[in-house]
């Protein structure tokens, strides 16, 4: 079975500072697809990135990125240029392809907060 | 474009009491529909999800079930609430297929008493 592990269960940056949110996962699959949602106080969950595991690329959007590293399993978040607004829980998810379905196994989440 | 919907936002139900919460999507057809559960502090966990009307898969056993009666409908049911049930209850949708992102509706927050 698919797991998630997020081993960071807080974090804190400086406003306008860069910060780096791990997500490690396991499966047997070789073609999948990941994501990092964004959970803020309203709770609200929030799609920030998604990844094709066959794709090499790092996939970016604005002043988020991913570090997808394949044989390690690794699916890292890079926030830059921080910002209030990006305090929240974020959570790291996994989708495979096996199966249509679509169903996303989320990690626990890491709290970041963002100080002025 | 889509638009997600769910309510109430809020409810207190005592233990032992019905329960139905509703998920309605806008601005797409035929999505495959989720329920997910985020107890305090932890993940969200997968309920039940459905690829089409009438057709529900269930994840995880408990006294808690899902309908689809119309294609953008879900609704998540229980006869007799139990403490254990209380959480932060989210409704998703996706485009049919793989490799769809997932998109949440506000949530429910339910509280037994």
């Known amino acids: 079975a698919q797991t998630v592990t997020q081993s960071q269960p807080e974090m804190s940056v400086q406003e306008a500072e860069t910060v780096t949110l791990s997500c490690t996962y396991d499966t047997s699959e070789s073609n999948y697809y990941l994501f990092w949602y964004k959970q803020p106080p309203s709770r609200q969950m929030i799609l920030v990135i998604r990844q094709e595991a066959y794709k090499q690329q790092n996939a970016t959007e604005n002043r988020f990125s991913v570090n997808f590293q394949k044989a390690a399993k690794s699916f890292s978040l890079k926030i830059s240029d921080s910002q209030l607004g990006d305090t929240a829980m974020y959570f790291c998810a996994f989708m495979g392809w096996l199966g249509s379905q679509g169903n996303l196994i989320f990690g626990k989440g890491t709290k970041l907060s963002v100080k002025p | 474009s889509q638009t997600i919907h769910q309510w109430p936002a809020t409810l207190v139900q005592p233990v032992g009491s019905p329960l139905s919460l509703e998920c309605t999507v806008e601005?797409?057809?035929?999505?495959?529909l989720y329920w997910y559960r985020q107890a305090a502090g932890r993940g969200l966990q997968l309920l039940f999800y459905?690829?089409?009307?009438?057709?529900i898969s269930s994840e995880v056993p408990q006294n808690l079930s899902a309908s689809r009666p119309q294609d953008r409908q879900f609704i998540l049911s229980s006869k007799k609430l139990l403490l254990s049930d209380s959480g932060f209850y989210l409704c998703?949708?996706?485009?049919?297929?793989?490799?769809?992102?997932?998109?949440f509706g506000p949530g429910t927050r339910l509280t037994v008493t």
């Open positions: 601005g797409t057809s035929n999505p495959n």
């Open positions: 998703a949708w996706s485009v049919l297929g793989v490799g769809g992102e997932q998109y």
């Open positions: 459905s690829v089409g009307i009438g057709q």
